[in-house]
């Protein structure tokens, strides 16, 4: 099992956020959380990488998970294959991350197999901000691969990209985690896509579990619960 | 139909006392100045006795040259001054900022060592230093390294702040320290407005330094205050219009590089 979420609980001042999530991704498998605004899908995953401190509740990853996001948060003023590299900051010595120019070649190398793998392998010397935003999402994918995890997290990462960039992105992360062995879990707010490229769903309502199907299974009477009145913690 | 306006707030007690005290302050500060017209209009005689000494400028080449050569000198002060203060103003400044800090009593100790040179003037480092090195160019710059490290990392610092915390953050969740984040995350998003500051202080510090020069420090400062000791009047126009020269040339410069790099 490569990323296994137990029992996790998280209140802001009071106001419970995650009541009880559990998750389970296997490596290879390509999971999409659903769930209405303010259900808890964000910050489930923000415990996982870090970003929040939990409550209470276990968090199993392996390794450190990797995580895109909705507004990317590339620097838009490096180039492309800067900002992959920055994915391998956490294993490179102080002296030689000071600065891109100190990068060792072997993790330029490395950046370039990784955006050759989300297709971008001609775009690498030009700055991130030129890019379109379905390559920049494509860029944040390639960093979080440079950065070597297992497990790879994704919040909303098509819910500013038009639909054929949107299809384009969610396909790669089916495919990284099909063919790259990797257990990808990607919240949506457009379950067409769900239903079109993952494996399994899994519906949030007021910070706990109350979906989880194989994503061929889904019906419209799911979302409908889903996405209900009192979806979102009250 | 017309609808009501809300009424307007009526004037509150607060407004009342605020004015009141107001007034009073600058009742205090005319008397604590000694704030008098008076003593300007029968001063005037004076001041028309001055400007008769002093115009027209002496524009010999001899004391042209001079002013030149030292405002030269008062160039090199503002510029050393200011390139040699980046590497402390850049520590000071990382430790500093709620982006980059690891906070505690790092960031309170920062903060402390900040406004300390800051609220320290220059003319007062300047002073401390010619006693110290003597005489002399080398004080100024001493003087200026100090105190603009204290300005400048003080607004590198917010500068800092104000970025997008995105790119942080995503850097974060790979495992990058602080150090690196501030490397990869803050100071390129930063670099603008970072490089806009340095040409702004640039452009004061070399109006700073001639004040510097007033006491001791070297540069065209230094011959402005020698030629009022010794009445040359004249000599201190031409002065004073070769300082007009360089400041607005510099003023100049700063402006349209800081338009060019759009910060
Ligand atoms: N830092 C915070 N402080 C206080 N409340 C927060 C904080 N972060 C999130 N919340 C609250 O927690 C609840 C869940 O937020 P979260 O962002 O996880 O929802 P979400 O499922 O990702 O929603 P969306 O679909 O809108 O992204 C919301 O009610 C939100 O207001
Ligand atoms: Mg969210």
Known sequence: MSLRIRGLRKAYGGRTVLDGFDLDVAPGEFVVLLGANGSGKSTALRCVVGLEQADGGTIETGSRAAMVFQQIHLVPRRTVIDNVSAGALGRLPLRRSLHPLLFPRELREEAMACLDRVGLAGRAADRAGRLSGGQQQRVAIARALCQRASVLLADEPVSALDPSAAEQVVALLADLARTGGLAVAAVLHQPGLAVRHADRVVGLRAGRVTLDERAAGLNPADLDFLYGEQGAAA | ?263
């Open chain 2, 1 to 263: 139909m017309t609808l009501t306006p809300p009424r307007r707030r009526p004037v509150t007690l607060v407004t009342a006392t605020v004015t009141v005290a107001l007034v009073a302050v600058h009742v205090l500060a005319w008397e604590a100045t000694e704030f008098s017209p008076a003593a300007l209009v029968q001063g005037w005689a004076g001041m028309a006795d001055f400007l008769g000494q002093a115009l027209p400028p002496d524009l010999s080449g001899e004391v042209l040259g001079a002013a030149v050569e030292a405002a030269l000198v008062t160039l090199y002060i503002g510029l050393l001054g200011t390139t040699l203060s980046v590497p402390s103003a850049l520590v000071l400044a990382v430790l500093a900022a709620r982006t980059t800090t690891s906070g505690g009593w790092v960031y309170q100790a920062a903060r402390t060592v900040l406004s300390f040179l800051r609220a320290v003037p220059d003319v007062v480092f300047a002073l401390v230093f010619v006693t110290a090195v003597g005489l002399g160019p080398f004080a100024g710059v001493l003087a200026l390294i100090f105190h603009n490290t204290g300005v400048m990392g003080k607004l590198w610092a917010e500068a800092m702040e104000e970025i997008d915390l995105g790119p942080r953050d995503a850097l974060r969740t790979n495992g990058a320290s602080r150090v690196q984040v501030a490397a990869h995350a803050v100071l390129p998003a930063a670099l603008p407005q970072c490089l806009g500051l340095l040409l702004y202080r640039l452009d004061v510090n070399v109006r700073s330094s001639l004040v510097l020069g007033l006491v001791g420090a070297g540069g065209i400062g230094f011959l402005v205050n020698q030629s009022i000791k010794l009445f040359r009047f004249d000599e201190m126009v031409t002065h004073l219009l070769v300082v007009l020269v360089l400041v607005v040339a510099v003023d100049q410069l700063s402006a349209l590089v800081r338009r060019r790099i759009g910060a």
